[in-house]
DNA sequence: CCAATTTCTTTACGCGCGTAAATTTTTTGT
DNA sequence: ACAAAAAATTTACGCGCGTAAAGAAATTGG
């Protein structure tokens, strides 16, 4: 296939009997040129397997194919399924996407931030650390590069946001819980490392006055983002001390609920809706995990896929010059009935 | 702080006071330059706020700064972990990290690798997704890049392979469960996506053999990467058709080793080794879930620390042009026990 | 078949930096 | 303080490609 090797554009050119700036066109938008010679550049390409120099391709150009992913902790699955399925629309629409985590550190995603900024990336999608990010890092950065918040909203900031509709996952939740057994406490860590924990507390508050019922809101030690640990620790305190008014726990999201149900199985309490079970225990996130835990864990899912698919189309309409105002957009989740609650 | 943006080095060489190609020399390594020098040019960057261009800088460097990390599946803690713990590494030495995940697929790997090669890396550290990876894909780059293999063996590929020592992992867990119990039967996947499940079934022949006990393998079916659900749904199967002729499982892999768990919890069986558990099942390598599982899982981890600091450690070497003939290096692992075996 | 339009070619310059060679300046050792 | 060594400067070219302008060639429509 290779008879001979490639340098440069140049030499491809010569080779293939089309000029230089021609192929140049023909990389940066292949339906730029014409079929017949789309065609004839296609073959050589084939023949001669020859890619452009990224490097000398993205110094010129003002803008890049590059797109910047950013999550504030890879090793929570759910931040890396998310990320692979958005990496994977990048992918289908042409971009280079480059993957980044803060791994739960502020100062590490202001870095990242900096590294983005010198790959000249044509956007960024980016779910922000949450209360701990430097906000003003973040706005300044989406004044120069198109930049949509997903996951976790900050403020106002960049394209628009696109994440899940907090309120309605614990509304619906709540609802279940209370129609199918007592009322839920709200199991919940005291610094939440991402506002969308306020508006599960809040809507938690509404459900539970909605319903007539008291709320009762159990807070939790803990920094950080090693949330199972923190949710086990937090839950054999509030075991211990009877913290619990009723039998049955939501919890703020998954992570906590797979730490509160390590703590139930170390103090010998049963969770689930059987016989036999004292407590009923629920998350939310619907996390990849989730499925596996003992007992399997009754959540509310995120719409994975709808919630990648709004964030990266935003972005590439954006890109591609549609502006619009700046615009929230939250996505239902649904209920997952396992065996927890 | 910033009072006239800089445009590229040569403005910056001219407002900093020192020539271009004295500043060009200190990005490289500011280390060849003058302790003077160099303290001028860092005022002056700390002041301006420069950055040189990467692309222009990579597009005439023979070697970039560039790292890769490619690892088989991100979605997985553990990849995530040790990716991680890389990418600190990298950073740490000066170099680019940029992670990549093959997200199980075989021809992603491929495509990985030939995005890598665009980038002109200066070396990448990778852990092929084992039996399904295009061996010849891969040998053909690490002759191109230097390359380091970690946690999954293929062939003698690159530099050299560094990861955990399986045969120690498998005998020393199974040494325990002999010495606590029941002889394990071992629980793994027909056709796993790893070689290091097949070092894992020998070293538990192995060490069934030097305790005079009749070896059991349960060979569940199941393709991909989605091992919790094969491990939950060959649990089942094996469960139901008494497969398991002792009381202990010591299963390929952690992974295996939740679904399995699951799988036990869903048929009412009681896992651990208090009294009124029926089983006891052990997994290996110390997943960073394996906290939280119910019960808690026993294991033996890799060392992560170890592992991605050698691995780390070697591909600096080389990329230093230290040469060192092919070499295997596997680190011995660590038993956790926990309530689950 | 010819004019209008689209597409391609030729030519040329610039991007920001790496890097080499020759020269000058600064530092070092004694 | 002086010669040797080290470091910095000046000058100049190249990397591989983007991109603009002007002209030539191919395509289209009627």
Redesign the interface.
């Known amino acids: 296939m290779a008879q001979q090797k490639i340098r440069n554009m140049e030499e491809f050119s010569a080779i293939s009997g089309i000029s230089r700036p021609t192929v140049s066109k023909f990389f940066h938008d292949p339906d730029s040129v014409r079929l017949s010679t789309r065609a004839r550049i296609e073959a050589a390409i084939e023949k001669y397997d020859y890619?452009p120099?990224?490097?000398?391709m993205?110094?010129n150009r003002k803008l890049t194919k590059n797109v910047g992913i950013v999550v504030p902790l890879?090793?929570?699955?759910y931040f890396?399924?998310i990320?692979?399925n958005l990496?994977q629309r990048c992918l289908d629409a042409g971009y280079?996407p480059?993957?980044?985590?803060a791994?739960g550190d502020p100062d590490l995603e202001v870095e990242v931030l900096d590294?983005l900024r010198?790959?000249?990336p044509a956007g960024v999608l980016i779910a922000p650390l949450g209360r701990a990010s430097n906000v003003r890092a973040l706005e300044k950065f989406s004044e120069d590069v198109p930049t949509l918040i997903f996951d976790s909203s900050v403020e106002e900031i960049g394209l628009g946001f696109v994440g899940s509709d907090n309120m309605q996952f614990t509304a619906h939740i709540s609802d279940y819980l209370c129609r199918t057994g007592e009322p839920p406490c709200f199991f919940e860590m005291k610094t939440p490392a991402n506002p969308n924990a306020h508006r599960r507390r809040q809507s938690y508050l509404n459900a539970m006055e909605k319903f007539g019922f008291t709320p009762q809101v159990v807070s939790v030690e803990g920094e950080g983002w090693a949330f199972?640990?923190i949710g086990?620790l937090g839950g054999h305190k509030a075991l211990s001390e009877g913290q619990f008014s009723t039998n049955t726990i939501l919890c703020s999201n998954d992570r906590l609920a797979?730490?509160l149900?390590?703590a139930?199985?170390?103090r010998g309490i049963r969770v689930g809706r059987t016989e036999g079970c004292s407590i009923r225990v629920a998350g939310q996130d619907g996390h990849?995990?989730s499925?596996?835990?003992?007992?399997?864990l009754t959540t509310i899912s995120h719409d994975y896929d709808a919630v990648s698919k709004h964030a990266a189309d935003a972005l590439f309409a954006a890109i591609d010059g549609h502006v619009e105002p700046w615009k929230s957009t939250r996505l239902e989740g649904k209920l997952i009935m396992r065996?927890s609650a």
Chains 1, 2 share one sequence.
């Open positions: 890619r120099n990224i490097f000398a993205n110094q890879l090793a929570d699955p890396a399924e990320a692979r990496e280079r480059t993957l980044f985590s791994h590294n010198s790959m000249k199972e640990e086990r797979i730490g149900l390590t139930c199985y170390e990849p995990h499925r596996y835990t003992c007992p399997p065996d």
